[in-house]
């Protein structure tokens, strides 16, 4: 499976941004899709999952209530919807793609990220 995360940008704090990943190759719908973050000198920090039809998530307690992630796999498309955005939520994003979401941490399948900046 081939990911291409996209939808990061400079957004002023309490704005939104609607992050995509599209999914390529193998059977998109196989798969559980997961949202992982990295800030500047901090390790990667687990977001949000979702399940391969869609029926289950799962987020961090520090997005619980602000984001959402949704899949459409007609269009081989994971979204991660994201309101009430503060500056400590200020990181590189990517997407990553499991057979299950609880395999999530260890995703054989990575986007290239895409830069989210919450301006304060």
């Known amino acids: 499976v081939q990911l291409q995360a996209s939808g990061g940008g400079l957004v002023q704090a309490g704005g939104s941004l609607r992050l995509s990943c599209a999914a390529s190759?193998?059977?998109?719908?196989?798969?559980?899709v997961g949202w992982f973050r990295q800030a500047p000198g901090k390790e990667r920090d687990f977001v949000a999952t979702?399940?391969?039809?869609?029926?289950?998530?799962y987020y961090a307690d520090s997005v619980k209530g602000r984001f959402t992630i949704s899949r459409d796999n007609a269009k081989n498309t994971v979204y991660l919807q994201m309101n009430s955005l503060k500056s400590e939520d200020t990181a590189v994003y990517y997407c990553?793609?499991?057979?299950?979401?609880?395999?999530?941490?260890?995703?054989?399948?990575w986007g290239q990220g895409t830069q989210v900046t919450v301006s304060s």
């Open positions: 190759g193998r059977t998109f719908s196989d798969y559980a």
């Open positions: 990553a793609a499991s057979p299950s979401m609880e395999t999530m941490n260890e995703a054989r399948y």
């Open positions: 979702i399940s391969w039809g869609g029926s289950a998530t």
